[in-house]
């Protein structure tokens, strides 16, 4: 097999991935809530046990990163952190007390959110100059999670919540066995002397500051919008086709996001996309029992998330060379999925009360979105713009 068969293998396997990869957040991210509301928990549990699935994103990264980079064990480690999680999963199937699900969560949670900033590096360095290709390949994720949120959104409405394990179990086990034709092949590394510092400049740290913020606007969304839809009276169902025509809006984003960026720069589309979100949230506010904005809101998600980590995603991998490429993504995933993700799900949880805090929490992430894209302002002219190649 030549060198450009290997390649377009090993990118297929990287797709689906990432395509198991987001279909597990599909199941856990818009359906955990109802899950734990239907065993009994109160907003300010289920808000804390939320925060878990995003703050073991604050460690599980960086301590993947640190052994990638010192050993380049990338694809094994994807391995191992999936075996891991497939197997520490098993203990989401008992139907224990608080503490018991908040210490399963910690630990497959803490495997399961390893792999994904490995996952990235590979695939820009599997892609090498051929970094457009990147908003395709990470489609399939985007593909998986829209699937699965309308399939078990329509599984609920039939057999209920607990089901949610099962569909689990299934879709780890499919990531497990993606991951598995991964190339082993160590990546090159200097020896720990010759490695240069770990340096991070004035564009980098804002550019993390708006992270955070961004991701603490998302925790209404992520921990409870099937909730918040069940309120305005919408079943599990029809809020699974919203958070999919949100994912759909996403896929078409990732297709067109090379040319926007090679066009309009990081910055300029930095800005936009946020100055979106804070509108979004304000639209969930104020609009959620109209049907057509909850559908505009749910479209803007193309901006949300498929433009920001499109751009996100090449900034970072820009700013950090080679032996600091796992760190960098890890960095990024840290500290903007998990501790901006942690706490604004575990804010949300604390405002949301018994539901008449819901219009709170919105208006509180559309101010935490604004700051964000005011963040981005601050970034040194000289990173505004990021040419892609390829």
Known sequence: ???????????????????????????????????????????????????????????????????ADRTGMRAQLVKWGAAAASVSYLTFFYDGSFTYLAVSLCVYTFFWNSILAQLEVITLETLGENTSRYGAIRSFGSLGYLVFVVAVG??????????????????????????LPLPSKR??????????????????????ISAILLQMSAGPFYGFFVL??????YTEAVAGIYVALGVLAEILMFMIAPKLLSRFGVKRLL??????????WL???????????????????????????????QFVHSRFDANHRSKGQALYASLSFG?????????????????????????????CAFLAMLAVYFIPKQVKSIKQTG
């Open 283 to 313: 639209l969930m506010a104020y609009l959620v029992d109209s049907f057509i904005w909850l559908g505009v809101s749910q479209l803007l998600h193309a901006f949300t998330f498929g433009l920001v980590h499109a751009a996100s995603i």
């Open 339 to 367: 501790v901006g993700g942690a706490l604004g799900t575990w804010l949300c949880g604390m405002i949301w009360g018994d539901g008449s805090g819901a219009y709170l929490a919105w208006i509180g992430a559309a101010i």
């Open 154 to 179: 329509f599984g609920i409405s039939v057999w209920g919540t607990e089901i949610l394990p099962y569909v689990g179990m299934v879709l780890f086990i499919g990531l497990l066995l993606s991951t």
């Open 187 to 208: 990546a090159l590394v200097k020896a720990k002397g010759d490695t240069p510092k770990l340096t991070l400049d004035k564009g980098i740290i804002w550019f993390l």
């Open 228 to 233: 918040y839809l069940k309120q305005a009276g």
């Open 271 to 280: 800005v936009a996309s946020l100055g979106f979100t804070g509108i979004r």
């Open 1 to 67: 097999m030549d060198q450009t068969s290997q390649v377009s293998t090993q990118l297929r396997w990287i797709s689906a991935c990432y395509f198991f990869f987001f279909a597990i957040l599909g199941v856990m991210v818009p359906y955990l809530g109802v899950f734990f509301e239907n065993r009994g928990f109160d907003p300010q549990e289920i808000g804390f046990l939320l925060a878990i699935l995003m703050a073991t994103r604050i460690i599980a990264p960086n301590v993947w990163a640190m052994v």
